[in-house]
């Protein structure tokens, strides 16, 4: 029961594209599309953002966007907002029929 | 909508028990599964246990596993978390989070969180 990998921190300017790694095994993210990802506001619960790996949830800005190669999982924030800016996690659901989350990443509005 | 409130959480002191409770609404809560997650202070996310819809099936992140039960009232639309033995490192808020789909596979609805210390 492993944690996804998550790169600690991601940056960029308004307006920019930034892109968040998410690395599993064949265990979990390889086999399975039951990939999420969660937007966290300091202090708040988590919002998903990413559900099925590429489905966004009603309500949800489609500058946000998920794709799957292999074993990693890859969520991308198009045109970068100051609301943007909060902590990210990936899931994934696993061979073991249990649910894994990533260490999370900060991403800093420039 | 949904809505999953969360009651419980405190301050226990280690090896002592407690249970979290997280009342559901806006869904019919008896066809879909049912998680906790939590997250230490500064720290990332963790899951730490499932239930399926009709409560045949459980299971638990190897931590907490022998020390832990989810259990759920399908009548009641309730889910519950009873925590015995605990230690210093289940410290954290704790989350009741509904399934995105009636399957466990994703969390998609998330509770207000619940403050468990676990402290002498």
Known sequence: ?110 | QVQVVQSGGGVVQPGRSLRLSCEASGFTFRSYGMHWVRQAPGKGLEWVALISHDGNTENYVDSVKGRFTISRDNSGNTLYLQMNSLRPEDTAVYYCARSLHPYFDQVGYWGQGALVTVSS
């Not at chain 1, 609301?83 to 061979?95: N, P």
């Open chain 1, 1 to 110: 029961q492993s944690a996804l990998t998550q790169p600690a921190s991601v940056s960029g300017s308004p307006g920019q594209s930034i892109t968040i790694s998410c690395t599993g095994t064949s265990s979990d993210l390889g086999t399975y599309t039951y990939v999420s990802w969660y937007q966290q506001h300091p202090g708040k619960a988590p919002k998903l953002m990413i559900h099925d790996v590429s489905q966004r949830p009603s309500g949800v800005s489609d500058r946000f966007s998920g794709s799957k190669s292999g074993n990693t999982a890859s969520l991308t924030i198009s045109g970068l907002q100051a609301e943007d800016e909060a902590d990210y996690y990936c899931s994934s659901y696993t061979r073991t029929d249990t649910l894994v989350f990533g260490g999370g990443t900060k991403v800093t509005v420039l």
